[in-house]
């Protein structure tokens, strides 16, 4: 998401990255089911449920530069955000997995950037490692479902959409099979910092975008 609005606009990448997102998301919950926790991410699906078509909506209708700029700022504030390793205070209430659902899911169904709100909570959780991928991906994934869901019913999945996304297919499972090889093999805070600059290099060309 953070390089084809780019080249393919706003409108015509999202639901491209949408069902991108729900082909790879699905891979990774086969690799991480067994420490998934429904009980604990159900209030961030229902909040999510009920914001997606709001981001949906606003796809279609909102300014394709606004819109563009928006999710630069995203970008720019969730890479600082964890660069510097910010630590919020541990959150026990569900009320703030509501929030961060909530959040997710408007993002996610306008731009498909709906990790960062969730991402942030699952850290002021104090999941261990292993809870914490797995529930993130299990947010994810139903999150896509619902998000490829407003996408069809407001005819985004366009045959320029399906073209692309069945393009991206064998890419993507040859990322997934190198990334697996290698997730141990790689220094991992210097692999986190490369990947936060890049994104915030590209979430600061957005403000910036002109479509």
Known sequence: MAFLPRFLGIRL?????????????????????????????WPMIVASAIMIPLGVWGLSRLNEVFVTRILGLVMIGYSLWEFFGLRLPELSSRYWGVLAGGLGGL??????????PV??????????PAEF????????IINSV?????HALNG?????????????IPALLSGVLVGFRLEYKI???LFRKVILIILFIM?????????
Do not use: D
């Open 13 to 41: 990448a999202s639901p491209v990255v949408a069902l991108v997102n729900l082909a790879l998301e699905a891979i990774l919950m086969i690799r991480f089911r067994q420490a998934f926790q429904f009980h604990t991410v």
């Open 119 to 128: 991402i942030i909570y699952g850290n002021c959780q104090r999941w261990p």
């Open 156 to 168: 985004h999945f366009s045959k320029l959409v399906m073209s692309y996304f069945l393009i991206a």
């Open 187 to 189: 220094n991992p805070q």
């Open 203 to 211: 979430g600061f060309r957005m403000l910036f975008i002109r479509i």
């Open 107 to 116: 993002l996610g169904g306008a731009y498909n950037t709906g990790g960062p």
């Open 146 to 150: 619902l998000i490829c869901t407003n």
């Open 133 to 140: 991928k797995a529930n993130l991906t299990g947010y994810f």
